[in-house]
């Protein structure tokens, strides 16, 4: 049987070693998820392009400095709807730097994860130094290029795009877009696959297919229709827009996961973000399939929030500053003020958020690099976690870049 699977944002090595580093940052709990994020680009010099870690506590082992693509553009979106959009650039700045001077691709992708710091020279990919093997790894994860990770990357270069300041993050975007468009399917209901995983010059292909990279890309490309005027991305929207919708499940009021390699069996798996997804990012959805977050509510609600999936074995603190946003742009005000006030309950003691209330939150999923141990999430400060927190404490919708639904 083919292997089910859907994207995952979580590190994806065989081995995992987590050790907390004493306490730096300058913020502190009682400062905003905002303050939090603009803190951290304040506190690092010299000034210039940077990528920021996504575990910034973390000293050894895989995650130790890795700045995932993700984190970092939920980081600059959050930014921007913080107000903060010349710091918002510095990481933009980053990515857009990392499309044009990757050490071997030179096609318009990125990679899943880069080296944290500033930029200031080839960009630099994430690793470690395996006292076992007596060598340097990389994680085969962190160096491929997963299609939703390209798409938030497109959201934050166009979130600080300046229609009055020429378009380098513009034309950055839609490079990423090129790329990407190459992964459109046509089995099943089409849609796009899941990009490359593991090293060059021969990474392998991901053939099944996420509603979440599709929803992600659906985003994307609508808002680069709109930026560029050329239809080819509304196009491209249309093609991942319509396989979400085929992944509505009447039966159970939710959206599968996605599909298995043969990009046509559906991954039953019930993951939050592709609930609260859709509904946030894709026009009318939140009206067309209200009944996710009665799903959500009643599978996956957990300790006055949201967990990852139907274990409810903890809080996951970005999933439920998702639905809080969600909530907020519903004008479910009291709601999304309960679940921010769970968001906050999660500080760590240097100001971030922890990624979840429990030391490993389990996903549903396995890891990539071995089928035979899960992916989970670990209590550790999370980048993603504090930038959603953020998204939710301002109304501000990362897939629309305003304040309200599409």
């Given at each position: 049987m083919a292997r089910i699977a859907a994207f995952v944002r979580i590190v994806a090595t065989s081995t995992i070693i987590v050790v907390a580093t004493p306490l730096r940052a300058q913020a502190t709990a009682e400062a905003s998820a905002c303050g939090y994020l603009a803190g951290l680009i304040d506190k690092t010099s010299p000034s210039g392009p940077l990528f920021l870690p996504s575990y910034p506590t973390v000293e050894s082992g895989p995650l130790h400095g890795a700045a995932y693509l993700y984190d970092n553009a939920v980081a600059v979106i959050a930014l921007v709807g913080c107000g903060e959009r010349d710091k918002a650039s510095r990481i933009g700045s980053a990515i857009l730097w990392a499309v044009g001077n990757d050490r071997t691709w030179h096609d318009g992708r990125l990679r899943n994860a880069y080296a944290a710091g500033v930029v200031n020279g080839p960009v630099k990919l994430p690793g470690w130094w395996d006292n076992t093997q007596n060598k340097w790894l990389e994680d085969r994860y962190q160096v491929g290029s997963d299609v939703g990770n390209m798409a938030w990357a497109i959201l934050a270069l166009l979130s600080i795009d300046d229609v009055n300041t020429g378009s380098p993050f513009?034309?950055?975007?839609?490079?990423?877009?090129?790329?990407v468009a190459q992964w459109a399917d046509t089995r099943?209901?089409?849609?796009?696959?899941?990009?490359?995983?593991?090293?060059e010059p021969a990474p392998d292909v991901r053939t099944w297919k996420s509603?979440?990279?599709n929803t992600d890309l659906a985003a994307a490309f609508g808002l680069l229709a709109i930026r560029t005027g050329d239809s080819r991305w509304r196009d491209e929207a249309i093609i991942a827009e319509y396989f979400v919708n085929t992944m509505w499940n009447p039966g159970c009021a939710c959206f599968a996961a996605g599909t298995a390699e043969d990009g046509v069996t559906h991954n039953p798996t019930l993951a939050l973000d592709a609930q609260i997804w859709p509904l946030t990012a894709l026009r009318g959805a939140a009206g067309k399939f209200a009944s996710a977050i009665t799903t959500a509510e009643r599978r996956m609600s957990v300790g006055g929030g949201f967990s990852y999936g139907e274990d409810r074995d903890g809080v996951w603190t970005e999933g439920t500053g998702q639905m809080a946003l969600l909530m907020k742009l519903l004008g479910k005000t009291e709601r999304a003020e309960?679940?921010?006030?769970?968001?906050?309950?999660?500080?760590?003691?240097?100001?971030?958020?922890?990624?979840?209330?429990?030391?490993?939150?389990p996903t549903g999923f396995v890891l990539d690099t071995d089928p035979t141990k899960p992916r989970n999430y670990f209590r550790l400060a999370h980048l993603g976690a504090a930038s959603w927190a953020a998204l939710a404490e301002r109304g501000f919708n990362p897939f629309t870049m305003t304040k309200g639904l599409p």
């Open positions: 513009r034309d950055g975007a839609a490079r990423l877009g090129a790329w099943g209901t089409g849609g796009f696959t899941g990009g490359t995983f593991g090293h509603t979440e990279h309960s679940l921010i006030a769970v968001i906050k309950s999660q500080r760590s003691p240097d100001g971030g958020f922890y990624a979840t209330t429990v030391s490993a939150l």
